[in-house]
């Protein structure tokens, strides 16, 4: 069955950086792209960057085009998400999400269990 | 950045009726539009896509309508289990694929 496991919660200070990790499995991992979502605590969800898999491509929001980067390593099946220059209105979960599609997009039809980043001093 | 707004926040509804959430895009984002379903807890689960399509394993009492910038998620005889946030999500063209900021259905 498909499942995407991402690494366990963080504790970072303000201005650290924080990768996440997001490990595919059930599925071949180049096929699908993956996306990052994160989810402040009580709010809504907030997109991030999208990678294609089979060639490393990605694409990020304006809003943290310069402080995110999306990388892969196929041999692993296993996506990441590094943010820098970390401030406290980055805690959030931090979530992976499979794509039905490469790209365009289709819907996020299976996502990880989120990891915790809480940015404190 | 195409904006989504859904409506109502809150939806009191009691077991076995009907909810009907709404979610109104900015601009038109034709029937690339997708609803999702999130527990407390628990990451979100794809319901619908394609505006209308249910995803795998998703009941019948769920049903996605609307094109253009006006949506609909219904949900015909609510269960227990279906007391969530839902939250509707463009991808259409360009990024960002934003998100609305969700509508709560609690029990009446």
């Known amino acids: 069955q498909v499942q995407l496991v991402q690494s366990g919660a963080e504790v970072r200070k303000p201005g650290a950086s924080v990768k996440v990790s997001c490990k595919a499995s059930g599925y071949r991992f180049t096929t699908y792209a993956i996306h990052w979502v994160r989810q402040a605590p009580g709010q809504s969800l907030e997109w991030m960057g999208w990678?294609?898999?089979?060639?490393?491509?990605?694409k990020y929001s304006q809003k943290f085009s310069d402080r995110v980067t999306i990388t892969r390593d196929t041999s692993a099946s296993t996506a990441y998400m590094e943010l820098s220059s970390l401030t406290s209105e980055d805690t959030a979960v931090y979530y992976c999400a499979r794509d039905r599609y490469t790209l365009p997009p289709n819907g996020f039809d299976y996502w990880g269990q989120g990891t915790l980043v809480t940015v404190s001093s | 950045e195409i904006v989504m707004t859904q409506s109502p926040v809150t939806l009191s509804v009691s077991p076995g009726e009907r909810a009907t959430l709404s979610c109104r895009a900015s601009?038109?984002?034709?029937?690339?539009l997708a609803w999702y379903q999130q527990k407390p807890g628990q990451a979100p689960r794809l319901l619908i896509y394609?505006?209308?399509t249910r995803a795998t394993g998703i009941p019948d009492r769920f049903s996605g309508s609307g094109s253009g910038t006006e949506f609909t998620l219904t949900i015909s005889s609510l269960q227990s289990e279906d007391f969530a946030i839902y939250y509707c999500?463009?991808?259409?063209?360009?990024?960002?694929?934003?998100f609305g900021q969700g509508t709560k259905v609690e029990i009446k």
């Open positions: 601009q038109s984002v034709s029937s690339n």
């Open positions: 394609g505006a209308s």
């Open positions: 999500q463009h991808y259409n063209n360009w990024p960002p694929w934003t």
């Open positions: 990678m294609n898999p089979a060639n490393g491509n990605t």
